[in-house]
DNA sequence: AACCAGGTACCTA
DNA sequence: TAGGTACATGGT
């Protein structure tokens, strides 16, 4: 059995990504078992299942079905977790250039080490994205668990099944009909099939988007997508791209963690949030995703 | 039992 | 350009 040891950043706490990682029993993608992280990823084409644990201050993984790894294959798993864990992101300057907002201060105390989780796979984002419009996330849940279940690849261990989220060439060939029956909106389905057929024929691709020099050149080539509209394309900038400024005004569930934290009446207004990210522009990403777990904390009003 | 969910495309005026 | 509506289903 291979084992890797990853370097972590200094500023980084498993523990508050493992909080992360367990927001929700339907996740499909990866489990959570006594603090270590399981999960099934392809790398060049290879289906490896790997086991995450934290050691001080390394991330420790181990290869639980494979016993031959070649250098280059290390090598892209490598790189696959550090974008995973957002570790290039310098943390100290996000903290520092925004110590003072009355929002964001107490949320650094409280999830000191928290880094953005990503979602390196391209396809997968568009479609956790697609599939969390509009329906509360419990039942967003159900449905990705769904469509992982029926499309994906897996990979046996001990008595269960590790699922790989399924490609855009598998979702391509699928029918309006069949995603129906697993309880898609017509529309959506009708998006996920087209967007499949478009990265599969390398009309977009993550590598295409991350050559843009510009924000909203990236924004524009994923709105021009049928089926992403603003709160979608910043989410992928967010979650896929690595963008560090993206912000999903609008998005629900920043606008109730916004009335939470705040004690407001109502949900804040779009124009409200607009004038909030002026305080947090370069690192709305960021302030974005510490918001998000405002709701799951203790000690935030 | 309404009403709202990590929105979007599409229609009308 | 602006404003209204359908969408599928599940949660509170």
């Given at each position: 059995?291979?084992?890797?040891?990853?370097?972590?950043?200094?500023?980084?706490?498993?523990?508050?990504?493992?909080?992360?990682?367990?927001r929700n029993e339907n996740e499909?993608?990866?489990?959570?078992?006594?603090?270590?992280?399981?999960?099934?990823?392809?790398?060049?084409?290879?289906?490896?299942?790997?086991?995450?644990?934290?050691?001080?201050?390394?991330?420790?993984?181990?290869?639980?079905?494979?016993?031959?790894?070649?250098?280059?294959?290390?090598?892209?798993?490598?790189?696959?977790?550090?974008?995973?864990?957002?570790?290039?992101?310098?943390?100290?300057?996000?903290?520092?250039?925004?110590?003072?907002?009355?929002?964001?201060?107490?949320?650094?105390?409280?999830?000191?080490?928290?880094?953005?989780?990503?979602?390196?796979?391209?396809?997968?984002?568009?479609?956790?994205?697609?599939?969390g419009?509009?329906i509360n996330l419990s039942f967003a849940y159900k449905l990705k668990r769904?469509?992982?279940?029926?499309?994906?690849?897996?990979?046996?261990?001990?008595?269960?099944?590790?699922?790989?989220?399924?490609?855009?060439?598998?979702?391509?060939?699928?029918?309006?009909?069949?995603?129906?029956?697993?309880?898609?909106?017509?529309?959506?389905?009708?998006?996920?099939?087209?967007?499949?057929?478009?990265?599969?024929?390398?009309?977009?691709?993550?590598?295409?988007?991350?050559?843009?020099?510009?924000?909203?050149?990236?924004?524009?080539?994923?709105?021009?997508?049928?089926?992403?509209?603003?709160?979608?394309?910043?989410?992928?900038?967010?979650?896929?791209?690595?963008?560090?400024?993206?912000?999903?005004?609008?998005?629900?569930?920043?606008?109730?963690?916004?009335?939470?934290?705040?004690?407001?009446?109502?949900?804040?207004?779009?124009?409200?949030?607009?004038?909030?990210?002026?305080?947090?522009?370069?690192?709305?990403?960021?302030?974005?995703?510490?918001?998000?777990?405002?709701?799951?904390?203790?000690?935030?009003?």
């Amino acid at each position: 059995m291979e084992e890797i040891r990853i370097e972590c950043p200094e500023i980084f706490d498993f523990e508050q990504c493992l909080e992360y990682f367990k927001r929700n029993e339907n996740e499909i993608l990866f489990s959570v078992v006594d603090e270590e992280i399981y999960k099934a990823v392809k790398i060049n084409n290879l289906n490896i299942l790997i086991h995450v644990s934290y050691v001080p201050h390394y991330l420790k993984v181990e290869i639980l079905n494979q016993d031959l790894i070649t250098p280059l294959i290390v090598e892209k798993l490598i790189s696959y977790i550090e974008e995973w864990f957002d570790f290039s992101t310098d943390l100290s300057s996000f903290y520092n250039d925004v110590k003072d907002n009355k929002i964001l201060a107490p949320l650094i105390e409280e999830l000191y080490g928290l880094r953005i989780i990503r979602i390196p796979e391209f396809f997968e984002a568009i479609t956790w994205g697609i599939i969390g419009q509009q329906i509360n996330l419990s039942f967003a849940y159900k449905l990705k668990r769904r469509l992982v279940e029926k499309y994906g690849e897996s990979i046996p261990y001990k008595g269960r099944q590790y699922y790989i989220h399924p490609s855009p060439e598998k979702i391509s060939n699928v029918t309006i009909e069949e995603l129906m029956e697993l309880k898609f909106s017509r529309r959506k389905a009708e998006y996920l099939i087209d967007i499949a057929n478009k990265i599969q024929s390398q009309i977009i691709t993550k590598k295409m988007l991350l050559n843009l020099t510009d924000k909203e050149e990236i924004e524009k080539a994923l709105t021009d997508l049928r089926g992403i509209g603003p709160w979608t394309a910043h989410y992928v900038m967010m979650r896929s791209l690595g963008i560090k400024n993206a912000y999903p005004v609008g998005d629900v569930g920043l606008q109730n963690a916004l009335k939470l934290i705040l004690e407001l009446e109502q949900k804040p207004s779009k124009e409200f949030m607009i004038e909030l990210n002026k305080d947090w522009k370069k690192w709305s990403s960021y302030a974005t995703f510490y918001i998000w777990r405002a709701p799951y904390l203790r000690n935030i009003k």
